[in-house]
Nanobody
């Protein structure tokens, strides 16, 4: 079983920065793609950024140039550096990790979410 633990959310002023971290733990798995999603109050969850196992990254247009996703394959962690934050970035941020099990199965695992609040 794979578990994700997120950290780093909080309250920040407009144009401030925050760094989110997510660590995958468990046994008998290999991490594939890692990413972040967010859900603002009253809205559907939306994709923010993804990083492939080889390091290729993709970003939603709304965060491109402000957010940077990175990973440490040795530690099974993924970070999201968020700069120039805006009030519209306020949301619960969820880590999402694609996991390949030793039996060849593929699982999409979600973190518990961490709240980011950007005040104007």
């Amino acid at each position: 079983q794979v578990q994700l633990v997120e950290s780093g959310g909080g309250l920040v002023h407009t144009r401030g920065s925050l760094r989110l971290s997510c660590a995958a733990s468990g046994s008998n798995f290999r991490v594939n793609a890692m990413g972040w999603y967010r859900q603002a109050p009253g809205k559907q969850r939306e994709w923010v950024a993804t990083i492939a196992s080889g390091g290729d990254t993709n970003y939603a247009d709304s965060v491109k140039g402000r957010f940077t996703i990175s990973r440490d394959n040795a530690k099974n962690t993924v970070d999201l550096q968020m700069n120039s934050l805006k009030p519209e970035d306020t949301a619960v941020y969820y880590c999402n990790v694609g996991v390949i099990t030793t039996t060849g199965g593929y699982l999409a695992v979600w973190g518990q979410g961490t709240l980011v609040t950007v005040s104007s």
